[in-house]
C-alpha cells in the first residue's frame, strides 16, 4: 500500500522544522517530515554525555536577521530561558591572544610583524587589484595584504574548509568576513584600543538549559507527533512518478518533496537522473567535522573567563576553533563552579586528513600547547563525534553545480534547500536555514517569491 502525502519534507533539522510548523500554521495538514535519525534538530542537536556535560555540533549562537525567527525563537523557550551575551572572540597566534579581527588588532602583534601587516594592508589598498581576483585566495591577498595574509588568513581558512582558498570562490563573503576600515584600524593603534566589536554576532543568545539542541527539540515537539517520522531513511526517489521508498521499504507518494539532505546524496537518490546532472553533482565539495569537548575539573581559568571563542591558524592544533562552552550558559557543565569546559572543532575533507583515533590526544595536546588547557589540571569529560557532512564549501564550481541541478529538480516538484540542500555557507545559519523552510510554504502555499535562497 502507498501512502499519499502532498507535502513531504526529508529531514527534521531546522529548515525541515521551518516548513513543518509554517505548514501547521497555515492549516495544511496534509505533510510528514521524515528524519533519518531517532531525534530532529540535525546539526543543531545537542548532547550530553555520562559525565553530565553538555555539548553542541560547533560554536552555533543564537542571532537573527528575521522578526519571525525572533518570534519563533521565544516560543521555543519564552522569554527567560535565555542568556545573552557580548562576543569577546580572539585569536590565538605569535604566543599571545589578540581580538579578532586581527586587522583592527594588528597593533597587538609582536613589532617586526605589525608593520609587516600594517605595510601590506596598505600596499594592498594602494594597488585595487580587485579586477584580477581569480578565487578566495587571490581576494585575501587583495584585500589585506601579504602579511594578514600569510600570517593568519591563509592558513586559518586551510584549517576551517579544509581546502586551500585557491579551490574556493569570493562571492559568498558578505557579512562572513570582516573586511578593512584603514581609518577604523589607525585609530585603533593611536589610542592602543582593542576592537571586538565588528559583525552581525556581537551580541548573541544562548539557551540557559540543554544547549543549542534545546531549541530545535523544543521546536520538534510542537510538531503533531502523526507528522513527524524519526529513524526514517529515505532510499530511493522516483521522481517520474513522485514515489519515495525509504530504508524499511514503505512507499509514499508525494505532491511536492521538500529536501534538506545534502545536495549530492539526494541526486544520487533519484532515478531516472540525467548522467550529466548526476555528475555535476559530484563537483560539490564539503568539510566534515570533528567536534571534541573536553571537561576539565577546577573553575575556569582567569584567562578564559570572559572569552567566547576563539581562532586557531598555527599547526601546533589540529582545530581551528575553540569554544569556552561553559561561558555560554553554567547550566553546561555539571558544576559551574568546580569545572569548565572547551569545545573544539577540527575541520577534514580529501585534501585535509584526520585520524579519528588520534584526534581525541591531539586536541589535548593542542589545549595545552596554545595555554587553554594545564598539563596538571584534572580531565573528567572527554567527549567525541565526527560528522560527514559539517560545512558546504563555496568551490570554484559550486553556482555553476547549483543552477544545473536546483532547476532540474524543481521541474520534477522536488526542492532542495537548507544548509546543505540549498549548499550556500552564505545563508547556512540557524535563522537562514528555518527560515528557507518557512518561505518555502509560503511559496507553495501563497505564492511568495522566495528572499533567503536565491540561485
Known amino acids: 500500500m502507498i501512502k499519499q502525502i502532498k507535502y513531504l519534507v526529508a529531514g527534521g533539522g531546522p529548515c525541515g522544522i521551518g516548513a513543518a510548523l509554517r505548514l501547521q500554521e497555515l492549516g495544511e495538514n496534509d505533510f510528514l517530515v521524515l528524519e533519518k535519525e531517532d531525534y530532529a534538530g540535525g546539526l543543531a542537536t545537542s548532547f550530553v554525555d555520562a559525565q553530565g556535560f553538555t555539548w553542541d555540533v560547533g560554536g552555533h549562537v543564537q542571532f537573527s536577521h528575521y522578526k519571525y525567527f525572533d518570534k519563533i525563537m521565544e516560543k521555543a523557550l519564552g522569554k527567560t530561558g535565555w542568556l545573552t551575551h557580548e562576543r569577546a572572540s580572539f585569536i590565538w597566534m605569535k604566543d599571545r591572544f589578540i581580538p579578532y579581527p586581527l586587522q583592527n588588532n594588528i597593533h597587538r602583534l609582536p613589532e617586526d610583524i605589525f608593520k609587516e601587516c600594517f605595510e601590506g594592508l596598505e600596499k594592498a589598498l594602494a594597488n585595487n587589484s580587485s579586477n584580477s581576483l581569480k578565487n578566495f585566495k587571490d581576494w585575501l591577498l587583495a584585500s589585506f595584504g601579504e602579511g594578514i595574509a600569510s600570517h593568519f588568513l591563509l592558513p586559518y581558512n586551510y584549517k576551517v574548509w579544509a581546502y586551500h582558498p585557491e579551490k574556493m570562490q569570493y562571492g559568498w563573503i558578505g557579512e562572513r568576513v570582516s573586511v578593512v576600515d584603514i581609518e577604523r584600524i589607525k585609530k585603533n593603534i593611536e589610542e592602543d584600543k582593542d576592537d571586538i566589536s565588528w559583525g552581525p554576532n556581537n551580541t548573541f543568545q544562548f539557551p540557559k538549559f540543554g544547549g543549542t539542541g534545546a531549541i530545535w527539540k523544543s521546536l520538534a515537539s510542537m510538531i503533531k507527533p502523526s507528522k513527524i517520522s524519526l529513524a526514517t531513511e529515505i532510499d530511493t526517489i522516483d521522481s517520474d512518478n513522485n514515489i519515495v521508498t525509504t530504508k524499511n521499504g514503505e512507499k509514499i507518494e508525494y505532491q511536492y518533496l521538500l529536501s534538506t539532505m545534502p545536495l549530492d546524496i539526494l541526486c544520487s537518490k533519484i532515478s531516472p537522473m540525467p548522467e550529466a546532472i548526476s555528475s555535476k553533482s559530484k ?125 532540474y529538480l524543481e521541474k520534477k516538484n522536488i526542492y532542495s534547500r537548507g544548509r546543505f540542500g540549498a549548499w550556500k555557507y552564505e545563508i547556512s545559519n540557524q535563522d537562514h536555514t528555518f527560515m528557507q523552510g518557512v518561505e518555502w510554504v509560503n511559496k507553495m502555499i501563497n505564492g511568495e517569491q522566495e528572499e533567503t535562497f536565491t540561485l
Open 283 to 407: 563537483e560539490l565539495l564539503y568539510s566534515s567535522t570533528h567536534i571534541v569537548g573536553i571537561g576539565v575539573e577546577g573553575p575556569t581559568p582567569k584567562h578564559l573567563a570572559k572569552k567566547c571563542w576563539l581562532y586557531f591558524p598555527e599547526n601546533n592544533c589540529p582545530f581551528y576553533r575553540v569554544t569556552v562552552f561553559s561561558n555560554y550558559s553554567p547550566n553546561n557543565v555539571p558544576d559551574n563552579n568546580t569545572q569548565y569546559s572547551l569545545m573544539t572543532e577540527t575541520s577534514e575533507s580529501p585534501d585535509k586528513k584526520v585520524s579519528s583515533d588520534n584526534i581525541l590526544q591531539e586536541t589535548i595536546d593542542g589545549l595545552i600547547a596554545s595555554k587553554l588547557l594545564n598539563p596538571n589540571h584534572k580531565i573528567v569529560s572527554k567527549f567525541y563525534k565526527r560528522f560527514e557532512y559539517g560545512y558546504p564549501t563555496p568551490s570554484l564550481t559550486r553556482d555553476e553545480v547549483l543552477c544545473l541541478c536546483i532547476p
